[in-house]
């Protein structure tokens, strides 16, 4: 997991990086604490041997301009994080000219997409650093057995469900190589925002939308036929008290998109009413119950169900990143959110908002024909939605 920018001017040195890093340990104690285990639970403890220059490095670029810088970040995420590392920030200098890049990878035990979106606006917010992050506490509400209670009623309906594997829309399975690679592509916000008005949905409704017009569009030029495709959804379980929280706070829900649906405003109507149940504060309740109060091996069971790509295919994530314009420093032009893509998955992505701009990175395995093409399609999807020109 992590998150690739684009930043405009002249580069940074790797020293320069290095301080503000090591200056910052006290605002972000994730990036020097690891997670251990403590008898039946596990704990935030300081990493022994903690060095900031294992961490933070640097690649030089050959050639100049965010081009050639992110083509570079491309082909860094095609690669694993190096085993044994917790995290990475590794500096993107071109060889001439202006303009750099960062990428920052970070295990998902550690963070999920909101803890690394709070990561990186406390290091780089023009206003200054946010609220500290800390551990994540067990903030939930109402009394021990009602919540108990909740949480086993969630989870014998999840288990029901992860039972059964019912065909999730792709049709016949492709021989995936574990080669990864990288595509991206951008749309207006305030459009997506305004169209996300229209319906009473929101900005993640229509880009769930415009992924089931893209995935649709892709398999009637493969020659497969278009039906429901079950996506991972994840869900935050922090509630609005705990939302400066660090480590993993998410949990996955599926979501079925209509990609059999040929009208674009009838499949984004379809779209909001299929993901309405995602957006109750009772359902993330539950869910944090379900974490917190379920038996471990029950809980264990449903996260590895959730990953299976028999539960759901693809991951399809939203990371929000200073949404208001004037939180954004004028010179970071791109950011592109990396999500994961466990074994058995073709394609996963993920979607972020910064100033005015929507932007989603899609990890797909090199094998999967013409998946690379999922993002321009999306971004096809998002202008006929948004009235705009499709060419």
Known sequence: MGAVVYVEGRAPTLSDLMNLIGGALHLLPVLSHELCAAGTTAAWLPARDFEVGRHVVETVVPGEGRSDVL??????????????????????????????????????S?????????????????????PVPRPAA???TGSRTGRALRAVGTAVALYAGYRRFPPTGLG????LSGRRQVSTAAASLPRLRTVAHTVGGTVNDVHLAALAGAVRAWLLEAGRTPGPLAVAVPLSVRLPE?????????FLRRVWLPCQESDPRRRLVRTVAAGAGLKSARVRRTAQDLLHRAPDRLVRFALHRMLDPRYAPVIASYVPCGEDEEAVPPTLTDVLPMTLLPPGHPFNVCLTTYGSTAQIAMISDASVPGA??????????TAALCGGPVS
């Open 110 to 130: 550690r963070q999920d997409g909101v803890a690394i979106g709070q990561t990186l606006q406390t290091l780089f917010a023009p206003a200054g650093p946010g």
């Open 138 to 140: 067990d903030a939930g």
């Open 172 to 175: 016949t399975p492709w021989e």
């Open 242 to 250: 705990e939302s400066t929280t660090w480590g993993n706070r998410c």
């Open 372 to 381: 690379d093409r999922l993002p321009e399609l999306w971004r096809r999807e």
């Open 71 to 108: 083509d570079a970040a491309r082909q860094l995420w095609a690669e694993r994080l190096t085993r044994g590392s917790a995290w990475e920030l590794r500096l993107l200098r071109p060889s001439s000219g202006d303009g750099w890049g960062l990428s920052y990878r970070v295990h998902h």
